[in-house]
């Protein structure tokens, strides 16, 4: 049973161009979770959605930035216009159910953003 | 909001010897608290969880934490470090109930180890 997987590893985009970052879950699992990591920095949550609805978005920029876990096929992390502060970990997460209900989170192993 | 405190960037212990990887966390109450590990190349794995009850959790590979709330603090232990133990190591907190995939973690902890 595959782990959750996260393409491309890597993803170097120049300033203005857009990102799209590809994350499927584990198989069984309907529940995704994107969180991003600055440099220096801890992860942080950005969205939690769950197949064909966004949950919550409470820490997504207001900006630029958007999700979407279609009814087939991975989630899709898009970032449009991406700036130099864009450039960041990105990781995925996904669960079978809801995490609140203490259902464990499964990480993927990331996308390394560099924005030149 | 809370907030999560490794204060050790990188630990660096020998093969054998024993480890303590520390975490303080701020949360108006008792938060859930996680200990992950990653490998190079590698996801986030959970190591171990605290939810309520017994303040002394035994997680995976041998690792066990101990949450002390007059301490705010959730600290890792392992009494006998293995060469596959190196990697970096990340405390999170979650506030309790529906919103708890809204994990908030430290910047992490390299351990490196001498064979």
């Known amino acids: 049973n595959a782990g959750v997987m996260q393409n491309p590893r890597h993803l170097v985009r120049r300033r203005g161009q857009e990102a799209r970052l590809r994350c499927s879950p584990m198989?069984?699992?309907?529940?995704v979770y994107w969180y991003r990591q600055l440099p220096e920095e801890g992860l942080k949550f950005m969205v939690y959605l769950q197949k064909e609805n966004i949950i919550d978005e409470s820490g997504m920029p207001k900006e630029r930035f958007s999700a979407e876990f279609p009814k087939e096929g991975p989630s899709i992390l898009r970032i449009q216009q991406v700036v130099r502060g864009d450039s960041a970990a990105y990781f995925c997460?996904?669960?079978?159910?809801?995490?609140?209900?203490?259902?464990?989170?499964?990480f993927g192993s990331g996308t390394q953003l560099s924005v030149l | 909001a809370q907030s999560v405190t490794q204060p050790d960037i990188h630990i660096t212990v020998s093969e054998g010897a024993s480890l303590e990887l520390r975490c303080n966390y701020s949360y108006g109450a008792t938060p859930y608290l996680f200990w992950y590990v990653q490998s190079p190349g590698q996801g986030l794995q959970l190591l171990l969880k605290?939810?309520?009850?017994?303040?002394l959790v035994q997680g995976i590979k041998g690792f066990e934490a101990e949450f002390k709330r007059s301490q705010s603090s959730f600290n890792l232990r392992k009494p006998s470090v293995h060469w596959s133990d190196a990697a970096e190591y990340f405390c999170a907190v979650a506030a309790p109930g529906a919103g708890s995939y809204q994990l908030t973690f430290g910047k992490g902890t390299k351990l490196s180890v001498i064979p």
């Open positions: 605290y939810f309520s009850g017994d303040t």
């Open positions: 997460a996904s669960s079978q159910g809801p995490s609140g209900n203490n259902e464990k989170l499964f």
């Open positions: 198989k069984g699992h309907s529940h």
